[in-house]
């Protein structure tokens, strides 16, 4: 995969793309990451990338002519236009179904914006798509492109230790993951759950199936309404409810 980042701070990426599974990932060959400062591609001589806003109003805005220069100069010869992505509060809320599906891309051109916003000729004509955090503003995209780059490159072949490693993570099941554990058994008379001292590995499966459960049942109930659960999954959600009566 081929990531590139439209940036106005781009040496905010320089540690983040530097370190742990994303520098692993470059180093193993998964992905290209790249970052390109927006100025670069503004016809101004002073680099000017924004300006007030028609109407009035606070704050500056993005101008469009260096955004769409710098996306037709990264796409220019390619045969495929990739996915460009809007780092935007009022965009779509990202959530692992979307990694799991820009993980399947072969190139992402991800758009960080400053100021009050962008041109909204930006977001119409050049973008595919448009995607937010959370219902919160922060000072640019940067931080956000940097947390769907890192949930995107984990999932591709070859960038984790075990090809499965992501499989139970949460949300990618639809449910919370279960409790870990690791030694020692016993700290400080915390001990760890006998069933995984046991070797039994079907009733591990079993006690990490149900406790994936209790855990969004107590934390998250509303991802419960999305997924489709097995007999054993809801015989074991109506316990849990007994329960809590």
């Given amino acids: 995969m081929n990531i590139h980042v439209l940036s106005l701070f781009p040496d905010m990426f320089?540690?983040?793309f530097g370190s742990s599974i994303l520098k692993k990932a470059q180093e193993k060959g998964a992905v290209t990451l790249a970052v390109s400062d927006i100025r670069e591609f503004s016809d101004n001589k002073h680099k000017q990338v924004d300006d007030y806003p028609y109407g009035g109003g606070a704050g500056m805005v993005?101008?469009?002519?260096?955004m769409f220069q710098a996306v037709e100069t990264l796409t220019e010869g390619r045969d495929?236009?990739?996915?460009i992505i809007l780092m935007c509060p009022q965009g779509e809320r990202f959530t692992q179904r979307k990694a799991e599906e820009l993980a399947k891309e072969e190139e992402l051109i991800f758009l960080c914006g400053h100021y009050e916003g962008y041109d909204e000729?930006?977001?119409?004509?050049?973008?595919t798509d448009?995607?937010?955090?959370g219902d919160f503003v922060l000072t640019g995209g940067e931080l956000p492109a940097m947390t769907v780059i890192d949930a995107v490159v984990r999932l591709l072949?070859?960038?984790l230790g075990q090809e499965d490693s992501h499989i139970h993570d949460s949300f990618s099941t639809g449910l919370l993951e279960h409790p870990h554990y690791t030694?020692?058994?016993d700290f400080k008379g915390m001990t760890v759950p006998d069933v995984l001292l046991s070797g039994n590995h079907g009733k591990?499966?079993?006690w990490r199936e149900e406790e994936s459960l209790r855990r969004t049942f107590e934390r998250r109930p509303d991802l419960l309404e999305h997924i489709e659960l097995s007999d054993r999954q809801k015989a074991f959600l109506e316990k849990l409810k007994k329960e809590k009566e």
């Fill in 183 to 185: 030694r020692p058994a």
């Fill in 157 to 159: 072949p070859g960038v």
């Fill in 62 to 66: 993005l101008k469009p002519e260096p």
């Fill in 14 to 16: 320089t540690g983040v």
């Fill in 121 to 127: 000729r930006i977001r119409e004509y050049l973008v």
């Fill in 204 to 206: 591990i499966e079993i």
């Fill in 130 to 133: 448009e995607i937010s955090i």
């Fill in 80 to 83: 495929k236009k990739p996915r």
